[in-house]
Nanobody, 114 residues
């Protein structure tokens, strides 16, 4: 069982940046796929970014202003998003896939508003 805990959500002004973190309770290995998703109330959970090995993938809506990364010490994944827009307002979740198992964090609220 792996616990994932997202942090550093909050209220941000449009045009500013955020850096979310996702702390894992177990070691992060490069072969594991880790990702960020986001979800508005009553909406489906949408893909934001993924990292597996050294490969990254971004949703078209955030490509060019988003960077996903991870460290092994501590076992943490990050999401930096620049040029924030009001439509980036959502609950952000991290996800890790280990073999046939999928783990989700509890989410962190991000609100972009002036």
């Amino acid at each position: 069982q792996v616990q994932l805990v997202e942090s550093w959500g909050g209220l941000f002004q449009p045009g500013r940046f955020l850096r979310l973190s996702c702390a894992a309770s177990a070691s992060i290995f490069d072969i594991y796929s880790m990702a960020w998703y986001r979800q508005a109330p009553g909406q489906q959970r949408d893909f934001v970014a993924r990292i597996v090995g050294s490969d990254t993938l971004y949703a078209p809506s955030v490509k060019g202003r988003c960077t996903i990364s991870r460290n092994h010490a501590p076992n943490t994944m990050y999401l930096q998003m620049n040029s924030l827009k009001p439509e980036d307002t959502d609950i952000y979740y991290c996800k890790e896939e280990i073999g046939s198992f999928t783990y989700w964090g509890q989410g962190t609220q991000v609100t972009v508003s002036s």
